[in-house]
């Protein structure tokens, strides 16, 4: 599997980007992708995901009602709607792709098999 994101850039606060994180040599729908960040100096940090099966889920409340995570099967593509951005957004944004689990999903890094080589968001006005 491979992933290709894209989409990053410079927007001042209160604007948006939408993200794209392409899987090839495989499936969007048979694999569990999801968004991370990592800002300058800091841990990479799980956004939100989108399960096999559609499900998505966003852990951080500094995200929700700000990001929409979605899919496109056609396109074999997994999106990152992001609106209203803040400067705290600044970071490199990787999606990682993994077979989905039993039950449930992953959301530590060390569980993803397959990155994107990422791509820079920052915010500043």
Known sequence: VQLQASGGGLVQPGGSLRLACEVSEGTVSSYDIAWFRQALG??????????????????????????????????????????????????????AATPPPSRGYYYRSSDYNWWGQGTQVTVSS
């Not at 889920?57 to 496109?72: C, P, W």
């Open 42 to 95: 800091k841990e990479r940090k799980f956004v939100t995901i989108m399960t096999w099966n559609g499900y998505h889920a966003y852990l951080q409340d500094s995200v929700k009602d700000r990001f929409t995570i979605s899919r496109d099967n056609a396109k074999n593509t997994v999106y990152l709607q992001m609106d209203n951005l803040r400067p705290e957004d600044t970071a490199v944004y990787f999606c």
